[in-house]
């Protein structure tokens, strides 16, 4: 079962249909369940999907390569990938993780338009959870 938090989805829902008729990539990290406010009922040590690194669509190095080279692979555990024109499938296009996110119009969860699947390309189970990371500031 892959978890991640409603609030990430609907970001990541809401830059697809931004870039939208481009395409959106960009890393997605964890916090365990234990540190999020909401997660009731989740084992303390599960990962739950609860942020995204902004994507660069203006860095010609990684819409060439592929590489997202602004975030340290260690910080992103995950990939969000949108598919203006396609299916709701892993492709060979695709920058892979060990979690990728793929969302597809009309960008909306409840439409099925938002999927996980594996490095392989084969869908996960996904639950959205209604819980949140604790209060940040840029002070802290």
Do not use: C
């Not at 084992?43 to 669509?57: C, G, H, K, N, S």
């Not at 499938?89 to 892979?96: F, I, K, S, Y």
């Amino acid at each position: 079962m892959v978890y991640v938090t409603r609030a990430l989805v609907d970001v990541l829902l809401d830059l697809a249909s931004d870039a939208d008729p481009n395409d959106v990539t960009t890393g997605v990290s964890i916090t365990p369940a234990s540190e999020l406010e909401g997660a009731d009922g989740l084992p303390e040590a599960m990962p739950v999907f609860t942020d995204f690194f902004l994507p660069d669509p203006g860095n010609a190095v990684n819409a060439v390569f592929g590489v997202d080279l602004s975030t340290p692979a260690r910080q992103a555990q995950g990939r969000f990938i949108s598919h203006p024109v396609g299916e709701l499938e892993v492709t060979r296009r695709d920058d892979l993780a060990e979690i990728v996110f793929v969302a597809v119009p009309p960008w909306e969860v409840d439409d099925g338009s938002f999927a996980a699947f594996d490095r392989s390309g084969k869908r996960q189970p996904l639950e959205i959870v209604d819980a949140s990371p604790p209060g940040q500031s840029l002070t802290d």
